[in-house]
């Protein structure tokens, strides 16, 4: 019989609970195609645990995927996922590492979210200064003297570069 050590990806269907080689096989999948980031995983027993970070991640796929979201990875969601085009991904807040760039421009969802909280917190990027590919908003380099500014103000370290705990502090002070 099998184990939690020797399921491959698959065997059984995975949900909130659950750990063992077949999430390893899982959270490399979602970190390769920017559902969740490496460092927000819950150990458990050497295996990552399907946690609520992950089911989030998941609904978020099965939504892109226009599926239900359920947050329950079948086989069949699971071949779905290997299948997948990571441009297609609706790129949440913190799962990328997000600073300026003057060769390579960032854009996406999550921008147009980092974007959102600064101007909620009170640190709002010059609106005139704003460039988008699409509906997309580009990481410029007013947005990152936003992300400085607002760093600097809450003692953060002022790089620019948007890590979880300048994350964790917009959303606490944009809820203001």
Known sequence: PKTYKTYSLGDRTLRFGLYGNDMSTLITLLVSKKYIHSTWLTMENGYPLFDKRIVEAVKQFQKDAGLQQDGVVTSTLAERLEKWNSSQTTLVLGVRDLYYETNDALAGDDINELVTLLISAGFPPDSSKLQHKGNKIVFTKDIETAVKL???????????????????????????
Do not use: C, M, S, W
């Open 150 to 176: 607002f760093q600097a103000y809450h003692g953060l370290p002022a790089n620019g570069r948007v890590d979880e705990t300048t994350i964790r502090t917009l959303k606490l002070k944009a809820k203001k």
